[in-house]
T-cell receptor, first 114, second 115 residues
Framework: NAGVMQNPRHLVRRRGQEARLRCSPM?????VYWYRQLPEEGLKFMVY????????ESGMPKERFSAEFPKEGPSILRIQQVVRGDSAAYFC????????????FGDGTRLSIL | GQQVMQIPQYQHVQEGEDFTTYCNSS?????IQWYKQRPGGHPVFLIQ?????EVKKQKRLTFQFGEAKKNSSLHITATQTTDVGTYFC???????????????FGTGTRLQVTL
């Protein structure tokens, strides 16, 4: 009964490199959400996806960030040319299509930029 | 955008004392959810409140939704060290089709419990 799976748990990148974060939703869940959490702060919504569709990307920075959820395979959050300010915990959550069901979160990826 | 504020930001109690965190919004909320995040962990869903004035209990935890649906509270009776963590109130906007949507997290209250 696997929950939301995220990998890697920890990721270290140097400034200017690319970071790829992966998320596999819970079985039976068709909706994926990405959130970012800075130290000592709450989670901030980034993007909401269904298979092959971006539903809401109102929280995504306009540059360097992109997300996808292909027909096969996990959802990917991609950060190009990382900067120090990208250091944060990135959480993925999934839910079924019904709006009254809670979102289930993965363990997160802690991204550190050197 | 919509903001959900929580107070206090941080609370340190002795084990056995009670704890309350308050959540306030400037606009009416269609629902309020509560999540708990342990240090180094991920948010875990606790409960959802939908009706005006609703009160729900889970063992030592009591959740309340205000009559005007603009505020909510979480009260923990006789805290234990296992209650340590950050408690977030969260709003999930309704879509007109009733399908899933993003979460708006409150600022959170970090609870520390010592023996």
């Amino acid at each position: 009964n696997a929950g939301v799976m995220q990998n890697p748990r920890h990721l270290v990148r140097r400034r200017g490199q690319e970071a790829r974060l992966r998320c596999s939703p819970m079985k039976g869940h068709s909706h994926v959400y990405w959130y970012r959490q800075l130290p000592e702060e709450g989670l901030k919504f980034m993007v909401y996806l269904q298979k092959e569709n971006i539903i809401d990307e109102s929280g995504m920075p306009k540059e360097r960030f992109s997300a996808e959820f292909p027909k096969e395979g996990p959802s990917i959050l991609r950060i190009q040319q990382v900067v120090r300010g990208d250091s944060a915990a990135y959480f993925c959550a999934s839910s079924p299509v019904q709006g009254d069901q809670p979102q289930h979160f993965g363990d997160g990826t802690r991204l550190s930029i050197l | 955008g919509q903001q959900v504020m929580q107070i206090p930001q941080y609370q340190h109690v002795q084990e056995g004392e009670d704890f309350t965190t308050y959540c306030n919004s400037s606009t009416t909320l269609s629902n309020i959810q509560w999540y708990k995040q342990r240090p180094g962990g991920h948010p875990v869903f606790l409960i959802q409140l939908v009706k005006s004035g609703e009160v729900k209990k889970q063992k030592r935890l009591t959740f309340q939704f205000g009559e005007a649906k603009k505020n909510s509270s979480l009260h923990i009776t006789a805290t234990q060290t296992t209650d340590v963590g950050t408690y977030f109130c969260v709003h999930r906007p309704l879509t007109y089709t009733g399908t899933a949507s993003k979460l708006t997290f409150g600022t959170g209250t970090r609870l520390q419990v010592t023996l």
